[in-house]
């Protein structure tokens, strides 16, 4: 098999490997794959090229544009897998393993595709919260907006998942308009290089939005500036080294890591042998210590048990791991492949030591153990190691040494409190699972180890075959965690955008709000037209244009019509004393749905035309009671507007319903699809 040369991209061009190279070597076979080496790289014009070519190309998109080209990559890439899987089974993995890391971030970039046109606006800035009133007239307001950070994301990916790692980092940079370097972790980067390639191949990203580098980074965070991120995942090692760098201190260079982690799985007091809980909890440990063998960063490091179910689990999970095929991953039969190199083998058995200090190994030799149709001479295998800690409370490295493999350790606890002291001694974990199916249990959970996990996943026989599983990220939620795990987040929607953007606080008159956000404020200038606004296109349509109509007075008959119509006979309607006992109201009150009805009859133009539907209302509030005899009138503002597709767009109004007196009686945000 001919050696695959790994290139990188840089400023637009891909730059053969030059001065030191490396050979990389297959996992299972340990056949030279790959060579890899950086040194020929410019990385100061590098980082200006992507400041200056792909950040000014990603600014001029919108969030909208940003999305459709992130939509339209993940299907490039979706029609392209095969290729992916076939390169992916050298770094020891099986297909389900592969499936894992390209599927689920071919997904990661569906989801922030989707994100990104539902979520933000069709701009280059984001609106973040409520209006602030600063003001007792409402004449100086503030709203808080951000915008792209002017320099460079560096996204330094683990070996682990070389597709998985370099999609989720780009997704919510390239949404956010930040471009990326991208530096897969050398041990697999030919499946990282693989995918990159299609990616620039797909002709679908702006010039310098996306760089590559095959190799060490050189004295590229030599260059960081105040504007640029770096988004790390591997060892607490090496991301203490980096965060250490001066250059990092110096500019407030915002730093991400995603580090080590002993994440925990918790047997939950309720999860006895003849509940479903205990079954779904053994296929899911089984599951997290197997898959990818063990090289998962959420992967399941500890296993505390009821101490009266201790042996029943350790005994039936060495049950299922006699099972596992260990081996090929390219040979159907097996299971679990090899680690991904021989330098992951030596120290996972390093590691598996030392925590064999204070555990006792109840499954797994690594000196002898079967191999489907392969040679433990020459790959990285090892077989799932299962271990027996009798005195936790007492240990130290089976709560601090991560053997990044199939290795696990089985823990008793006393009662949950122990239990959920026993999850946080990892101090700081990306995740930590507790199966029960009693909601006090998960209640207590979150409240003493939620401090300590970036995320608790709760299963149980309700959760079904639906649920993701322990180990899986998701790119609606945070992924990250305090302490050892690095203190870092990553995704969790929209928020994982916001890491590449500046939030800054603007605070001026409502006119000055409204021309910077584009979103009609509260006293900021309106306008109107002989046009009904309903009779205008998405694209006529102004924001600030308002309608203000005639007004329409209540009677007694009206409220006693629509009790008796609609089934609402409340007091508060229909029985004058006991709506004069109720300290809200002076008497019969008309109600809160009927001044809506009536308000719509007020404002809506009934003809066919633009306005294709109403598709919901937001932030109803009901300020002050109206008696029969009051009349009303209301002020339909067009406030936002958000394209969808060719066809239409969505339109959200400003309605406020005021009494003859000019006093606000209700309020709220109504949304409509406009035609274009
Ligand atoms: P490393 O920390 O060595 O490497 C992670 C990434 O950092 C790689 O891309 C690596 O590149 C890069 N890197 C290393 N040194 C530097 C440097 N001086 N400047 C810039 N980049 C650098 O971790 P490994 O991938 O080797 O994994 C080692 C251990 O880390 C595992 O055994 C496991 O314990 C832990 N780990 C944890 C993960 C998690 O998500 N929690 C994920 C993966 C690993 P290169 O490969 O070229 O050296």
New binding site residues.
């Given amino acids: 098999m001919s050696l695959i040369t790994l290139d990188s991209f840089a400023a637009g061009k891909w730059v053969a490997p030059a001065g030191t190279i490396s050979e990389l070597k297959s996992a299972v076979t340990g056949e030279a794959i790959a060579r890899i080496g950086s040194s020929g790289l410019d990385f100061s014009a590098m980082s200006d090229h992507a400041r200056n070519v792909g950040g000014s190309a990603l600014r001029a998109l919108t969030f909208h544009d940003r999305a459709r080209i992130l939509k339209a990559l993940a299907t490039y890439l979706n029609e392209r897998r095969e290729p992916l899987y076939e390169l992916s089974y050298d770094t020891g993995t099986t297909k389900s393993d592969a499936m894992i890391d390209i599927d689920g971030g071919i997904a990661t970039l569906f989801v922030y595709a989707s994100k990104g046109r539902r979520e933000l606006p069709d701009d280059v800035l984001l609106t973040e919260g409520a209006l602030e009133q600063l003001s007792r007239s409402g004449s100086f307001v503030g709203q808080h907006v951000a915008t792209s950070l002017r320099g460079v994301a560096i996204h330094?990916?683990?070996?682990?998942f070389p597709v998985w790692g370099m999609l989720e980092k780009l997704a919510p940079a390239f949404l956010a308009g930040v471009p990326a370097i991208i530096?897969?972790?050398?041990?697999t980067a030919w499946v990282a290089q693989a995918c990159f390639r299609m990616i620039v191949e797909s002709g679908l990203l702006p010039q310098g939005s996306v760089q590559f580098i095959a190799?060490?980074?050189g004295d590229l965070?030599e260059r960081l500036t105040a504007q640029d991120i770096v988004s790390?995942?591997?060892?607490a090692?090496?991301a203490a080294?980096?965060r250490a760098n001066p250059r990092i201190a110096e500019n407030s260079v915002r730093f991400i890591a995603?580090?080590?982690?002993l994440n925990a799985t918790i047997l939950g007091p309720d999860a006895a042998p003849d509940t479903p809980e205990f079954d779904i909890f053994l296929r899911e440990v089984h599951r997290e210590i197997t898959a990818k063998a063990g090289q998962k960063?959420t992967a399941i490091r500890r296993i505390i048990v009821p101490d009266a179910h201790k042996q029943a689990v350790i005994d039936a999970l060495i049950a299922r791991l006699e099972k596992t095929t260990i081996g090929d991953p390219r040979n159907e039969a097996t299971r679990m492949g090899a680690l991904a190199s021989q330098a992951?083998r030596r120290?996972v058995l390093e590691k598996a030591e030392i925590i064999g200090r204070q555990a006792r190994r109840v499954f797994g030799d690594p000196q002898n153990f079967a191999l489907n149709n392969a040679d433990a001479t020459l790959g990285a295998f090892v077989p799932p190691m299962l271990f027996d800690c009798a005195e936790p409370d007492g240990a130290d490295d089976v709560h601090s040494v991560?053997a990044?493999g199939p290795v696990s350790t089985v823990m008793g606890y006393r009662d949950l409190d122990h239990a959920l002291a026993l999850a946080n001694r990892g101090e700081g974990s990306l995740v930590a699972s507790i199966f029960t199916h009693d909601p006090k249990v998960a209640r207590q959970a979150v409240l003493e180890a939620g401090a300590w996990h970036g995320r608790l996943y709760f299963a149980n026989r309700d959760t079904g075959k639906e649920a993701t599983g322990h180990g899986s990220p998701l790119p609606h939620m945070i992924h990250g965690g305090p302490g050892r795990a690095g203190g870092g987040e990553e995704m969790g929607g929209i928020r994982g955008v916001l890491h590449y953007m500046q939030r800054t606080a603007i605070q001026g008159s409502p006119d000055i709000i409204a021309g910077v956000t584009g979103r009609y404020v509260a006293g900021a200038k309106t306008s109107t037209e002989a046009r009904h606004p309903f009779r205008l296109s998405f694209s006529e349509l102004e924001i600030g244009h308002t309608l203000k109509t005639a007004s329409r007075q209540i009677t007694l008959e009206d409220i006693a019509h629509f009790a008796n119509f609609t089934g609402d006979t409340f007091y508060a309607h229909m029985d004058e004393e006991a709506a004069r006992a109720n300290p809200f109201f002076p008497g019969r009150v008309a109600h809160g749905y009927l001044l809506i009805a009536f308000a719509a009859g007020l404002f809506v133009d009934p003809a066919p035309g633009p306005v294709l539907a109403n598709s919901g209302l937001d932030g109803l509030r009901f300020m002050k009671p109206v008696s029969p005899g009051d009349s009303i009138c209301v002020e339909l503002t067009a406030m936002a507007k958000t394209p969808r597709n060719e066809d239409y767009g969505e339109v959200r109004w400003q309605v406020r319903i005021d009494n003859q007196d000019g006093e606000q009686v209700a309020g709220y945000e109504l949304l409509t699809m406009n035609a274009l």
Wanted: glycine letters at 6%; aromatic letters at 10%.
């Fill in positions: 330094i990916n683990a070996f682990n530096k897969p972790a050398s041990s190799g060490p980074t965070l790390f995942t591997g060892s090692t090496t080294m980096l995603e580090q080590d982690s960063c992951q120290d991560e990044f």
